[in-house]
DNA sequence: TTTTGTTAGTCTAGTGGCTAAACAAAGTTT
DNA sequence: AAACTTTGTTTAGCCACTAGACTAACAAAA
């Protein structure tokens, strides 16, 4: 057994582990009854007493009235108390910027979302905190109030929290986390978008059940985030899930990071309308092409937009099955704006999978897309700040008790 | 804290993760006082004293005579007992078996080497259970004799130890790990070959200072071992690493996969050897021409040669790329039998490498061939059979205590 | 209605492994 | 020899757990 490698071990630890048991039943299964907790967490019926007792007092969870006998005392349930607090998820994208205020169990209490182009750091910056301090300000009371900020941006994110390159926002070296953090005294996490996702789809979304996730944000470029046994998988630095770069061509085009044949040449968002572009297609109200345009046509039946949905459907293909072959998931998600094009993806990109993927792993295997549509990083980096709340809120309850 | 998901934590497990600290500092710091250990893991004098006295039952440690005094009383030293058992590490390869006997450091105490060409089943299996009853016979006297096997297998082994498929070797469906533990009545443990030599170059070899090592065995066909936070990385089913088979070239020649463009197409032994016959090479001595022939000749100055080398390095690093983009590792291990050929290899594969990896993911990189040169698998799975061992041996005195 | 049986949740005593600190042992330094 | 240091053991106390007795609250049978 591979406990912990580093950090000794004491009574706190067991109390902070069997708090978080019980915490975590009473939130995938509420609601339920101490009794029950106990007898499906393996712990004794005193200490779950104990333990709920001091949930109870955190405030985070709560009693209802009496549950159905069942030939005996009508049990108390217990229920998480999801109202318990809120949470701030940002998502910063190239040119808009979500916003979500979500409660503990990641439903969304309130949203907003602002459109851009070409804007510099300050002027994001600036959205960036009116955003927040609208959110902020529509949480309705609670115990705990805003528990924590999370941001996702379309970036390279090193461990520490620093933004150490968004190309496409021309962002260099920018430590958000620390600026956010002084300005609003809350704890910051600021993380890669696909990552965000990944976890987003893992807590809220489709991958709910699975362990080993592959989540690939295709949108203007390509990232992709990894769930491995259960939890974001970040690297030696924090950089994995690079595979946009991904050479899937060993002489093909120049990709804007100076190599060949990189994956979101084939398969990205820029990848169609660069090819729509060489057709010399152009967009109805006469602005620049973009997606949506795209999809229009292919509603209207163009057969050679279908045609370009279909290439990047089966190019997604390639990418997906060089990631099934490395980490033999259980679940691949794809998400992003290219989710969007879903309908006209499809076909293609399973016939790839389904041909060329090896045998065995095709067994319990799915591929779909997003389920939180463009909500999937918003309310992943929510969902790592409520995280980083309750295990903190379990751990401090634990050392003061004494 | 994400502390183990399921299991309840009681006093048990907390003797049982300490004692695991206490007897991993002996091993990798040892001889170390009693106090030295108290000081650096963290844990109170007098738990140290009694966690020691219990390893020293079950011999896993021992006392040898007192240290240099730093001013008061001299210490007493403890050393793990790397003689307390031993351990049996096959790997079966494509054309050949390799038997070693070790002891609970991974030290060789010995080896045997079978070689052969086309054998039947029936025919290796014969020669494995030679390869077992010779090394066995000549394990020392020791308190815990043979802890356990462990077997390195060139295919597809699921979660349960089951050889789903070897096609070189043509077997399929093979449970080898309920043949041999009914034949042997020791723990059995059945391991692809390259996650055993992952696993070996982390506990023995080239990563032993690295939580986040990729091993690429490279030998007739390609195969990636992923050790991420430190552990074997095996995916939903057992079937992570299957890297030969990433599309590089997507509409390159035909694999034997079926595929068109896989990366073993180009960067593996059996790629240089077509390759080799196509340019009308021969070999000296009137046999088929092998790899060591193509070094001979590259030795001897032979330009096509060379340059064949040179052009698997190259596409080495196009895989290798992709391996850094999409897990961000500190290391990178080329192992198996293209490792003896990294002298021909080396400059355009760390060419490649350094001029295409983007430069973020170049920071504290290092990519290197194996330290064990043909033992990795063989010592890896060793190492799978001593850790459980170990682990076993906490477990059960822990619980039999009471 | 009363009795009996069942289930829920609390309480109490006991246990095991931990810590702190006293203590014994065995050195070095002055 | 006395004073100081360091090692390792022992003791007392603590804390979170378990088992099981106990109380509370219900359903079903008598």
Chains 1, 2 share one sequence.
């Not at 009235?65 to 108390?81: A, C, D, E, W």
């Not at 967009?283 to 345009?293: H, P, V, Y």
């Not at 999809?295 to 370009?308: F, I």
């Not at 792993?361 to 995280?387: H, K, P, R, Y």
Request: hydrophobic fraction near 40%; aromatic fraction near 6%.
């Amino acid at each position: 057994m591979n406990i912990g490698e580093n950090k000794t071990w004491n009574h706190h630890v067991v109390k902070e582990g069997n708090k978080s048991l019980v915490l975590k039943k009473i939130i995938n299964h509420s609601p339920i009854s101490r009794a029950a907790v106990a007898q499906e967490v393996g712990l004794n019926k005193g200490t779950v007493s104990s333990l709920v007792n001091d949930l109870l007092e955190d405030h985070l969870i709560y009693e209802s009235g009496p549950g159905k006998s069942s030939g005996g005392r009508r049990p108390v349930m217990l229920l998480f108390n999801e109202k318990a607090g809120y949470s701030v998820g940002i998502d910063i994208g190239v040119n808009y910027l979500l916003g979500v205020l979500t409660d503990l169990s990641g439903n969304i209490c309130n949203e907003k979302e602002v459109t851009f182009k070409n804007l510099s750091y300050e002027e994001i910056e600036s959205q960036l905190f009116d955003t927040i301090d609208y959110l902020m300000a529509s949480a309705p009371k609670s115990p705990h109030g805003i528990v924590g900020i999370g941001v996702g941006v379309p970036g390279i994110v090193d461990n520490s929290g620093e933004i150490l390159l968004a190309p496409n926002l021309k962002w260099k070296n920018l430590n958000l986390k620390l600026i956010l953090e002084s300005k609003y005294k809350l704890p910051v996490i600021i993380e890669n978008e696909a990552n965000a996702g990944a976890y987003g789809e893992k807590k809220f979304g489709a991958g709910q059940d699975s362990e080993h996730i592959i989540y690939v944000s295709a949108g203007i470029g390509i990232g992709v985030g990894l769930i491995l046994n259960g939890s974001l998988y970040k690297g030696s630095n924090g950089f994995s899930g690079e595979l946009g770069h991904m050479t899937i061509q060993v002489n093909g085009p120049t990709c804007r990071c100076g190599n060949k044949g990189c994956w979101e040449l084939y398969a990205s968002e820029q990848a169609l309308l660069t090819a729509a572009e060489k057709m010399q297609l152009a967009s109805s109200n006469g602005k620049e092409l973009d997606l949506n345009d795209l999809l229009a046509l292919a509603e209207q039946g163009d057969k050679k937009v279908v045609s370009l949905f279909e290439q990047a459907g089966d190019y997604l293909g390639v990418g997906i099955n060089n990631i099934i072959n490395s980490f033999n998931p259980q679940q691949v998600i794809i998400g992003n704006r290219m989710a969007s094009s879903s309908k006209w993806l499809n076909k293609t990109l399973s016939d790839r999978v389904s041909n060329q993927a090896l045998w065995f792993q095709q067994n319990n295997l799915t591929i779909c897309f997003s389920e939180l549509g463009t909500f999937s990083s918003a309310l992943g980096v929510s969902a790592f700040s409520i995280e980083n709340f309750l295990s903190v809120s379990i751990q401090q309850k634990t050392s003061l008790n004494a």
